[in-house]
């Protein structure tokens, strides 16, 4: 099983739940994050004073898939989210040791 | 006492009274969410209290009879005669309208000085200021100017309180900022906590001015016409004024930029709005707009830390308004001429006029602030501060989403 951490922009959240269930996917959960990369952040001008925003907000998407929908999976969030511009996101991917579905008591693969 | 005349003074109170809510509708929307309630406080705090001190000694040391051009007498104490005869200064009207018409501006006045000391002071500090700044700051102000004191002896003209009203609470706001010092935690960036309010508060300030600027004739005729659309022109042209400068100085404008141009289009033509011609106005108001972008800019080049832009908007511009009226009266208006109609002492009574509001209201702020500190403490704890008044003073917070 591999964690998917997507870090998007927030408008886009709706295009990656969505591919992200028509690939099978039964669960995940999405938090609102602050954040910066190679973008940095925008210039904000209150009265004349120019304030420089670093960190802007992203949603970060996390869901936990089978090794063998890895590739299929990481392919169509990035068709779905990329504009070609800094500031697309990124997607961390790690291993994942164990689940256990609480209701039943399946544990790994099953428990998804 | 005229029914017309006293229904529409009525009506201009009301509008005058609005004001202070829509004051704090946009003073709120600028703090940060931790300070938004104490911010609205300081507004809604004056409404109670300045109303009350106003009744009992604020109207009579404005109004009362002129003792040696400093102050009024006790002739209303109490209010003692005003209730059932026509007002001596305005025998058109009931004496109650117009001292309830005088009142709203009293309310506004010291609850416009508030900006300068948002999220920072205690509250029983900005009480007991504010209350004294009512008796020993702004009811002086307003008998020099509008009771018979030294500066109408002068000539010096303000319609509707450029000087008394504007100029006072920038100076007030300049004394405040320098005895509180800077807000603790300027380096985190102050981004207001929501625009959307502060618009919407100077939208209903920009209806309330209408009464202000409109009633300040105190009759219903001809000249509060002309207030009423040298208001509306010259806030119309602060709008212009403001947005171009910002947009070739940061490369955008900003509807922050548009609502700060209309405050300050409206405050540079407080002063003169019964006293010049309509294209006058348009000018006094485009100048207005650039002038207090300028303003604004002043507490950064100079490090006073005045929260929201009092000195910058209301005490520039009040001070453009004051000399403007010296430069575009006209007498084909309201009987005085300024400097382009070839009456240059105009401009020197006003000059007077503004150097003397300055220097007193300055000075007296400053005492009145340290007797204060003295007294309670100016400033809320650094932990306090840190948390935000809203939960510090007033055991609330403005915002459970």
């Known amino acids: 099983m591999k964690k998917l951490a997507i870090i998007i922009k927030p408008g886009m959240f709706e295009k990656v739940k969505n591919v992200l269930t028509e690939a099978g996917i039964h669960g995940l959960n999405y938090r609102e994050i602050r954040g910066f990369g190679r973008q940095r952040g925008h210039k904000e001008v209150y009265r004349g004073t120019i304030m420089q925003v670093d960190c802007l907000p992203k949603i970060q998407v996390d869901v936990v898939v089978h090794d063998e929908a890895l590739e299929k999976i990481l392919d169509l969030v990035v068709t779905a989210v990329r504009t070609g511009q800094v500031g697309d996101g990124k997607i961390f991917v790690t291993d994942i040791q164990d689940a256990v579905r609480i209701r039943t008591g399946e544990r790994g693969d099953a428990a998804l | ?401």
């Open chain 2, 1 to 401: 006492m005229n029914g017309a005349d006293t229904g529409y003074i009525i009506i201009c109170a009301a509008m005058v009274m609005v004001m202070t809510p829509a004051l704090a509708l946009f003073y709120g929307g600028l703090v940060r969410s931790r300070n938004v309630l104490s911010t609205t406080m300081h507004s809604y705090a004056c409404l109670g209290l300045i109303t009350v001190l106003w009744a009992l000694v604020g109207y009579t040391l404005a109004f009362g009879d002129d003792v040696g051009g400093i102050i009024g007498n006790f002739a209303y104490i109490f209010l003692r005669g005003v209730e059932g005869t026509a007002a001596p200064a305005a025998e058109q009207l009931p004496h109650t309208v117009f001292m309830g018409f005088q009142c709203m501006f009293a309310v506004l006045t010291v609850a416009l000085v508030s900006g300068a000391y948002a999220e920072r002071i205690r509250f029983s500090a900005m009480l007991l200021f504010s209350g004294l700044w009512l008796i020993f700051v702004y009811a002086p102000m307003a008998h020099w100017v509008w009771g018979g004191g030294w500066m109408a002896k002068l000539g010096a003209v303000d319609f509707a309180g450029g000087a008394v009203v504007h100029m006072a609470s920038g100076a007030a706001a300049l004394a405040c900022a320098k005895a509180l010092g800077p807000r603790l935690s300027l380096e985190e960036g102050i981004v207001p906590n929501n625009l959307p309010l502060t618009l919407l508060g100077g939208g209903l300030l920009w209806f309330g001015w209408f009464g202000f600027n409109a009633g300040s004739a105190l009759a219903a005729g001809a000249l509060a016409g002309q207030a009423l659309m040298t208001t509306h022109l010259a806030t119309a042209c602060g709008i212009l004024g403001w947005m171009l400068v910002e947009w070739k100085r940061t490369g955008k404008p900003t509807t922050l930029g548009v609502v700060s141009g209309a405050l300050a289009g409206l405050v540079a033509i407080t002063p003169a709005a019964g006293f010049v011609g309509l294209l006058s106005a348009m000018v006094i108001g485009f100048a207005g707009g650039i002038f207090c972008y300028g303003g604004v800019l002043l507490k950064s080049k100079f490090g006073y830390d005045d929260a929201l832009d009092v000195v910058g908007i209301h005490g520039v511009g009040g001070t453009w308004g004051a000399l403007a009226t010296g430069l575009f009266a006209v007498a084909s208006v309201n009987e005085v001429n300024g400097l382009f109609f070839g009456n240059p002492y105009q401009l020197w009574a006003q000059f007077v006029s503004v150097a003397g509001t300055w220097i007193f209201v300055f000075v007296a702020s400053r005492v009145l602030l340290y007797i204060v500190d003295a007294a309670v403490g100016l400033r809320v704890t650094p932990d306090a501060e840190f948390t935000g008044l809203d939960l510090s003073e007033h055991n609330e917070r403005g915002y459970t989403l």
